[in-house]
Every structure is written in C-alpha cells, then in structure tokens.
C-alpha cells in the first residue's frame, strides 16, 4: 500500500468516527458513521476526479464559483427582504447560491484554457512550463527503439514521460507466450534503460490513469489533453486520432521520411540491384535508409552495383519511392573511370616498393 492510498483510507476512517461521536442531523451512532464513511468516499472521490483535470480548469473553476457565489449572494439578499415565508425563502436563497456557484464554476472551468499562468510567475508559471515540455511515450516507439538513438543526439529536450499504463502493456508484451511478441518487448524495455542512462534526459513515470477507458491509444490522448503536451508515436492511427482531438503528436516515421536525402529526376546515383522487380526487365534496389529504388532494364544487373539515372520520385504516405533507368554507356564510362582511378591510386605504392 502506498502512501496516497493510505492517507485516503485514513480520510475516510476519520470521517465513519466523526459520523459515529457526533451523530449529525440526529442519526445514532451506526447510521452517523456510516453516513461519515459515505461522506469520506466522496471527499476520496472527488480528489481523484481533481487529479486529472488541468491546472487551468481548476482556477478558472474557482474564479467562476467565487464570482457566482458573490452575485447569488446579492440577489438572495434581495429575495430575503421581499419573501414574507421564511421557510419559502431560506430555500430560494439556498437554490440561489447552489445555482450561481455551480454555473460560475462550469462557465470558469469552460474558459480555464483561455488563461495565461506564466503572467503569474513563480511555482504556478514553472509547473505548467515544465508540464509542457512532457514528451509522453507510447508502447510502439519505445518498441521501435529509434527514439533512443534520436534522444542520444539531443534533438529531444525536457522531461520523456512514460504512463504507468504503457509500463503494463510492454510487460504483457515482454511476458508473452509467443517468441517474437517476447523478443519486442524485453527489447522495449532495454530500451527504457537506456534511456534512463542518459544524463541530459528526464524519465518520469505517470501514475496518472483513466479506468473508463479501455483503450491504451485513447487514454494516451487524454493524457495528453490533461498536460497539454505532445505525444511520441510510429502508429499512423494514433496520429491521426490524436490530431482529430487536438493533440500534439511526433510521429518517428514522418521524421525519418523528412530526413531522407532529396534526389531530383536527372540525376545519377549508384545503388545495388537486390532483386527482380514486379514489370518486364526491372531491377529492385534499395538506399540505406530503406528507400525502394525500381530501375528500369535492370534485370540482368542483379547481384552487381550500378549507376542509374532518376526519372521520378514518388512521395506516398508509407515513404519515398524512386523511379529509375539503367544506361550501360553512364555505366561502362563510370566503370572505367573507376578503374583508371584505382590504376593511380597503385602506382605510387608500386614505386615506392624497395626491389628484390
């Protein structure tokens, strides 16, 4: 039992004894204490739905029901000198009060976002700057395992936040019964190792969850609406739910697309034909970054490391395709430049050789 858990139970604990000595609104001593435990849950309760609401919406609540209670306040005053029923008119300013602080606290929460918290300065403006600059993980990209090359070379700054939920998806993934499921997961959770060893990076772990949801992918997007910060994923569905919802999303995939090198029709570049292609006398090749290239009049290539000419580039939403023509003339002259090249490169070292 943790801490956080303990002290909710001592809340309550302490509300069933109030219930059971001091017996309010009449009840005996069972009926009171059972009364206070019900009036602990709901303090419990009510914590816990405060948890996960944003810094913003809680003082734009706060302002709105302070105001709302300030004008139900006059306008009871009023009712009170023109009301001759005192029982009619206890009511009214009682619904009065319960009304205009309830309306002033949901109109508040509504425009909560609209507030700026870093004009407050101080530990206000420093938590939700700091809040911001959560970079939440989801279980495909740690898996993937490219996030930990990217953050070895700085380009991800501020704090990489791992919810607990995710923690418990990678381990039923590590715990599988089937090999390759097994294999992704202990190689996730490697993974966090290592980026826990990074100095430069923060790893904190989100106790935060969402018991209503079901789904790994939605409440990773409500985490993200309750922080407002951005989400770190390869699942092109979570991208695009996520956007739908107005969260922040870096996708791994459209980074590594973004960093392919730009190769413009006309040019020449070498690459090494792997296989047939699909059509009559294609060769199928492909770049470092795992760029398909589809050569035209290659077949006959396969196995061997040619010079092409790029006729096209297609651009699609899975990455980059490249169009390309073999010429065995821009092939024969290569060749042989290469080989005059090699022919220099050996003649020093052949004359410098001391004779037998």
Request: charge should be neutral; aromatic fraction near 6%.
């Amino acid at each position: 039992m943790n801490d956080q858990v303990a002290v909710r139970v001592l809340v309550v604990l302490v509300m069933a004894m109030c219930g059971w000595f001091l017996q309010p609104f009449g009840l005996g001593r069972e009926l009171g204490a059972v009364a206070g435990a019900v009036a602990g849950l709901s303090i419990v309760l009510t914590e816990l739905r405060l948890r996960i609401v944003p810094l913003k919406k809680l003082i734009g609540a706060a302002i709105g029901a302070v105001v709302g209670m300030l004008g139900g306040f006059l306008i009871a005053f009023i009712i009170g000198r023109a009301s001759a029923n005192d029982s009619t008119q206890l009511f009214l300013q009682v619904a009065i009060l319960v009304l205009a602080a309830y309306a002033g606290a949901s109109v508040g929460a509504s425009k909560g976002d609209l507030l700026n918290l870093n004009a407050l300065g101080g530990l206000v403006g420093g938590e939700t700057q700091s809040s911001q600059t959560f970079r939440i993980l989801d279980t495909s990209v740690i898996i993937d395992g490219r996030i930990a090359d990217i953050a070895e070379t700085g380009f991800l700054d501020g704090t990489l936040a791992i919810p607990q939920f995710v923690l418990r998806e990678l381990q039923l993934v590590a715990d599988s019964a089937d090999s390759m499921k097994r294999n992704r997961g202990r190689r996730g959770l490697d993974v966090l190792h290592r980026i826990q060893k990074m100095p430069h990076l923060a790893v904190h772990i989100l106790e935060d969850d969402f018991p209503n949801i079901r789904e790994v992918d939605m409440k990773l997007i409500e985490l993200g609406k309750v922080y407002g910060c951005k989400i770190v994923t390869n699942d092109f569905n979570l991208n695009k739910v996520a956007q739908l919802h107005g969260v922040e999303v870096l996708n791994i995939n459209e980074l590594a697309n973004a960093l392919k090198p730009i190769v413009l029709p006309g040019e020449t570049m070498r690459v090494f034909v792997l296989k047939e292609g699909k059509e009559y006398n294609q060769g199928v090749a492909y770049l470092d970054d795992g760029t398909m290239v589809v050569v035209d009049n290659a077949r006959k290539m396969i196995s061997r490391t040619i010079d092409i000419a790029v006729t096209s580039v297609l651009q699609t939403t899975a990455g980059k395709m490249i169009f390309g023509r073999f010429d065995e003339r821009v092939h024969a002259v290569h060749e042989k430049e290469t080989a005059e090249r090699r022919e220099r490169q050996r003649e020093p070292s052949a004359a410098a050789a001391p004779p037998v």
